[in-house]
Each structure stands twice: as structure tokens, then as C-alpha cells.
């Protein structure tokens, strides 16, 4: 599981320096018109960037999360369906994408923009994509265990 982390964490910054690189804040390319653009965006807050005056209390949470999720992952391995196991593993590699934006430039990078959602990036988009399939798994599990 490792390897999902590392693979999300790769994708994340890579797809993120790739952004800074090419772009300037506040930029957008539309690939897209009106639909899709990739649109830079130092995003200092949470999640659509709401509480923006406090970028070290978010660097802090997410460091403390992401090593209670590897406690959590390390302990509990072998009783953890391989669909838990991914799914924590995409929202880890994401946090920890998301971490080292926040302890190296005191804000997130935020590219991906779909006009009716806020700006977000690789790393947002598995930590959402991971919390759904272990809310899914957990559903699913908990309906085998009723019958």
C-alpha cells in the first residue's frame, strides 16, 4: 500500500510543479471554454480555502492525521479489507501531497478548475476519491454483516 501513497504523492507534486512552472497565480489556461481550465491558485485555507489566516494550524492537523493514519494503518493491516486499505492509503499520499505544499510554501497549490466547483488538485481530488470508496466499503461490509 505504500506504493498507492508513493504514486499519489508523485502525481500530486509533479502535477503541481508542472502548474507552478507553467503558470503565473491567479492565471488560467481554458482546455475547455467555460468548462474545464487549469487556473493556479495558492490556496492558504482548508478545504475552498476558507480560514486562509491560519496556514501552520492546517500544516499541523494534517501532520498529526497523517501519522495517526499510518498508526492506524500499521495496527490494524491485517484486519483491513484491501479496498480499506487503498482508499487509506489515497487519502495518506494526498494529505501528505497537500502537507509538503503547506510546509514549504505556507500554502496548497490549486490548478484544477471545473468553473462550478472550487479550484482544487491531484491531491484534494484522492483524498476525496479515497473517502468515498472506504465510506463505500464500510457500507458494503456492514450489509454483508446483516444478512
Not at 480560514?51 to 501519522?67: D, G, K, Q, T, V
Not at 501528505?96 to 490549486?110: A, E, M, W
Request: with cysteine; glycine share 6%.
Amino acid at each position: 500500500y505504500s506504493l498507492v501513497v508513493l504514486a499519489v504523492y508523485t502525481l500530486d507534486q509533479f502535477s503541481k510543479y508542472l502548474a507552478a512552472e507553467v503558470m503565473s497565480p491567479g492565471s488560467s489556461i481554458p482546455v475547455v471554454e467555460g468548462i474545464f481550465h487549469f487556473t493556479l491558485v495558492e490556496n492558504t485555507g482548508a478545504a475552498f480555502g476558507i480560514l486562509r489566516e491560519h496556514p501552520a494550524f492546517f500544516a499541523a492537523i494534517a501532520a498529526c492525521f497523517s501519522f495517526l493514519l499510518v498508526l492506524f494503518m500499521v495496527i490494524k493491516r491485517r484486519t483491513l479489507s484491501t479496498a480499506e486499505m487503498v482508499s487509506l492509503s489515497l487519502v495518506l499520499g494526498g494529505t501528505l501531497g497537500n502537507l509538503t505544499d503547506r510546509l514549504r510554501f505556507g500554502y496548497v497549490i490549486d490548478f484544477l478548475d471545473f468553473r462550478i466547483w472550487p479550484v482544487f488538485n491531484v491531491a484534494d481530488s484522492c483524498i476525496t476519491f479515497g473517502a468515498v470508496m472506504l465510506a463505500w466499503s464500510i457500507m458494503v461490509a456492514s450489509g454483508k454483516n446483516k444478512q
